[in-house]
């Protein structure tokens, strides 16, 4: 299972992929139907988040369940050069995913 997927679900998500094919209609895992594959597909990549590529996503949906803070301040505080330094690549520079693996890390451990 992809990093993407674990840490939607992680946070409580449903990752949307095709659930069942019935009468040349398409249902989604969260109970959506399509008349036909693009539009199915175009739904899959508006709804599932790509955590990886845009990390600024994490920090948003820690926001969201409130644990922003409580997340942040297990990555490093942000009172000196290095450590902001630190941060900002994470969060604006990274694209292999190392903001989402610290966060699932995280919310397993602690959320
Ligand atoms: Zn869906």
Not at 19 to 32: K, P, Q
Not at 53 to 72: C, H, Q, S, T, Y
Request: proline residues 2%; aromatic residues 10%; positive net charge.
């Amino acid at each position: 299972m992809n990093l993407n997927r674990k840490l939607h679900e992680a946070f409580g998500y449903c990752w949307h992929e095709k659930h069942a094919e019935y009468r040349g209609e398409i249902a989604c895992t969260c109970w959506a139907t399509f008349k036909s594959e693009e539009e199915f597909i175009q739904h899959c990549k508006s709804s599932n988040p790509n955590y990886k590529a845009e990390p600024w996503l994490v920090i948003r949906e820690m926001k969201k369940k409130g644990l922003r803070k409580r997340f942040l301040s297990s990555i490093g505080t942000t009172t000196n050069l290095g450590a902001l330094a630190k941060m900002s690549s994470l969060i604006a520079i990274d694209t292999t995913g190392k903001l989402a693996q610290l966060a699932l890390d995280w919310l397993q451990k602690e959320g």
